[in-house]
């Protein structure tokens, strides 16, 4: 192969892996991420946050406050990212809010159930315990570490977002909502992925149409490809069209709406809509199914829309839009930056190097784990079928947990957007913790499935948790030495 085509086999695997990314995940993912990181912002008061996830809020209640919100949310580390951004702009914590950020792609509900029950219920409890020890862990790690940081960007947020009340009942409501409406378009639960109807469209040639897709993109479930449908052909683009009108309608949407906002919104809806609904491209034309799914869209958009209109004031609307077209702005380009960059990669590594360093339980094949979920990283849930094909071909089942945990947690793109939040030094700080957590884990999990006593691993688990705490404890008399310590004496001039 000359260079020149292998320029174009990393160029067509950085374009095909953004194509099915925008397709697959983007829509009933993210960009309800974005609405919710935006009301967030705009309408929930500070207090409501920091009473919570405050950083002087008491840490028995904040870290488990913090990974019980992200236990719920079954999305990807990109969608986790902007309510990261939107809950510590408010005021939370950077320790809270950096458990969330680890707990909710790790651990969350959905991906232990289809973990359990594709690789093992004991990999499951392992990667449930370790991630929520090591996320309250890190999330502790950062706050001591940025502490005076930490201090400087709650008074920002007092400044910011002063005389503040109580939040009002229609904007909890509308916040929820907007939840739900994220839920019913993600969770994989059979009353919302069934199709109760359906209708079918003459268009004779889609099903050359999707096998034209295949061909430009690749498709390959083994190996995490999943390539672009006829219906994500449809939704990429109606999200240009998305970006092309929000650019009019939100940009300066503070002054007041305009006829772009409106066609903006409206284009947003209709890409919900079309995205929720089954789509089934044959000879015969095109099958529409009218899922639980979509139902569930519709409904949650319609009591989102008479929340709107008649309960929350313009001025809270306005704020909404505009701080969740703010956040569109400093996290989607960084994203598909990212996703570029992991298809061209993906080109270059190969699962065998891995699978080759991973398979014996050693420093170096965690490692290799964690290494792999930085640079081969794939959605949510669709880390754990791609980690039993690796347990098939031979990795060990601890570099296996140390890649699920490094998977959802440190992607490229991931890794690009936290630095433009919290800043570079923070977010490489937060990326090293990371790694060498997973590592840990994967060692400790994998001792124990090589034979030794679960009371040794208990034990060396306690010794880990021990020292983190006794760490924890000696930076933190010394911060507070630091504090309370008299300023040295200015000798005078004679």
């Known amino acids: 192969m000359g260079i020149l085509d292998f320029v174009v086999k990393l160029f067509q695997g950085g374009l095909g892996n953004l194509a099915a990314y925008l397709a697959a995940h983007v829509l009933l993912c993210l960009v309800p991420a974005f609405y919710i990181a935006g009301a967030m912002t705009a309408l929930i008061p500070k207090e409501t946050v920091t009473r919570f996830l405050g950083r002087n809020t008491p840490k028995f209640l904040s870290y488990p406050a ?7 949310l079954a999305v990807c580390s990109c969608t986790i990212v902007p309510l990261f951004a939107g809950i510590y702009k408010k005021g939370a914590g950077l320790g809270p809010a950096i458990t969330f950020l680890f707990f909710a ?12 029950g594709i690789i093992g219920v004991d990999l499951a409890f392992a990667r449930l315990v370790l991630s929520l020890v090591f996320g309250i862990g890190i999330g502790m790690i950062m706050a001591l570490i940025f502490r005076s940081e930490d201090i400087a960007h709650d008074k920002d947020t007092d400044v910011l977002f002063a005389g503040q009340g109580r939040m009002r009942r229609p904007a909890l409501i509308f916040l929820l ?43 390959d479930a083994s190996k995490g490809e999943e390539g672009v449908t006829a219906q994500g052909a449809i939704l990429i683009g109606l999200l240009i069209l998305i970006a092309l009108s929000s650019k009019k309608g939100l940009e300066n949407i503070i002054e007041g709406f305009n006829g772009w906002t409106w066609v903006s919104l409206c284009l947003v809806a209709l890409t919900l809509l079309t995205a929720a609904l089954g ?15 979509f139902l569930g869209v519709v409904l949650s958009m319609a009591v989102l829309i008479y929340l709107a209109r008649y309960h929350l004031e313009e001025q809270e609307v306005r704020d909404w839009l505009w701080e969740s077209w703010r956040f569109v702005r400093q996290i989607f380009p960084l994203l598909v930056v990212g996703v570029f960059a992991v298809g061209v990669i993906r080109q270059i590594v190969r699962p065998e190097w891995i699978q080759s360093l991973a398979g014996h339980n050693t420093i170096l094949g965690n490692f290799a784990g964690v290494v792999f979920g930085v640079f081969m990283y794939f959605p949510t849930l669709v880390e754990v079928p791609i980690a039993n094909m690796f347990l098939s071909l031979g990795m060990h089942r601890g570099p296996l947990l140390a890649y699920l945990m490094a998977d959802p947690e440190l992607s490229l793109q991931s890794i690009l957007i936290i630095s433009s939040i919290i800043g570079r030094i923070k977010a490489w700080t937060y990326v ?28 060396c688990l306690m010794v880990v948790v021990g020292l983190l705490a006794f760490g924890l404890y000696q930076v933190n008399k010394r911060n507070v030495q630091k504090a309370v310590a008299p300023p040295a004496a200015i000798p005078e001039k004679r």
């Open 66 to 72: 913090a990974a019980s919100a992200g236990s719920l």
């Open 105 to 116: 792609p790790a651990a969350n509900i959905l991906a232990l159930v289809y973990t359990g």
């Open 177 to 219: 909502l907007l939840v739900a409406l994220l839920l019913s378009g993600t969770l994989k639960l059979a009353v919302l992925t069934d199709a109760y109807a359906k209708v079918t469209l003459p268009f004779s040639g889609m099903d050359r149409f999707q096998d034209a897709l295949f061909r430009l993109v690749p498709f």
């Open 279 to 293: 789509v089934n491209p044959h000879a015969g034309g095109l099958d529409i199914l009218f899922t639980g799914k």
């Open 432 to 459: 090293a913790w990371v790694a060498l957590f997973s590592l840990l884990a994967g060692l400790i999990y994998g001792a124990w499935v090589d034979g030794a006593s679960v009371w040794l691993i208990g034990l």
